[in-house]
């Protein structure tokens, strides 16, 4: 593992257990455009996904509607400061093992940049990364892999020697679009089903393995 120099994270699911904001702001931007939401629907399982698209695909809102819908979301998401969100065990003391282990810090997420840090700086973890890289506020930039790719170039990483390390298929699909291995975290949002058709390049059922693996490769599963 001494080859990986550059480790990107994932936030929500990854870092942080985001799932109570995120299910109570959808919930209110669906209110607030009037549309209903779909019952039954397992809000973990679309955590992840750009906002556009859980709007548009999953409850079937027309474009304008659903930039209404992601307007509401980010202010009430705003508002709530975090309420609801944990930061996941292990992750601060893993984060600072990584460090003194000589890794350097990044995050990729589907989250605007402005977001991200602001939740990263609410959750006190922002301290911890080099830099923070994320969807653009339109709809430009929203997919993993052209995520990743903006992370690369905006830090200057060297693909070779960077990992990815998140809790979807799009985690694991957008590294390797990239050319960039890639730890599925099992304590995520993502299920094991799904992880596996992505078919990672490690696993990881604790911030802990995370460690352990990038310095004793023989523990990784």
């Known amino acids: 593992m001494t080859k990986f120099k550059y480790l990107l994270f994932d936030l929500d699911g990854t870092l942080v257990d985001s799932s109570r904001t995120i299910g109570v702001c959808i919930g209110y931007a669906l209110e607030q455009s009037g549309a209903t939401a779909t019952q039954g ?21 027309s474009e304008e509607q659903a930039d209404d819908a992601i307007a509401h979301y980010r202010k009430h998401y705003d508002s709530l400061a975090q309420a609801g969100s944990e930061v996941y065990g292990g992750i ?5 093992n990584l460090r003194n282990g000589g890794f350097r810090l990044f995050v990729a997420t589907v989250k605007p ?25 339109g709809h430009e930039r929203r997919d993993k892999a052209s995520i990743i790719a903006y992370a690369l170039a905006q830090f200057d990483l060297d693909p070779a020697q960077s990992l990815m390390i998140g809790d979807r298929d799009q985690d694991v699909l957008g590294a390797r679009k990239n050319g960039l291995p890639c730890v599925a975290v099992t304590y995520g949002f ?32």
């Open 41 to 61: 629907l397992d809000i973990t399982t679309l955590i992840g996904t750009p906002l556009l698209d859980i709007f548009r695909n999953h409850y079937g809102l």
């Open 113 to 137: 940049t402005s977001i991200a840090e602001k939740v990263l700086r609410d959750m006190e973890l922002r301290s911890y990364f080099e830099g923070v890289a994320g969807g653009s506020t």
């Open 92 to 96: 601060p003391e893993a984060l600072v």
């Open 190 to 221: 993502g299920s094991r089903e799904e992880l596996k058709k992505a078919r990672p390049d490690f696993w990881a059922g604790h911030s802990e393995d995370i460690v352990s693996f990038l310095v004793n490769p023989s523990v990784a599963k």
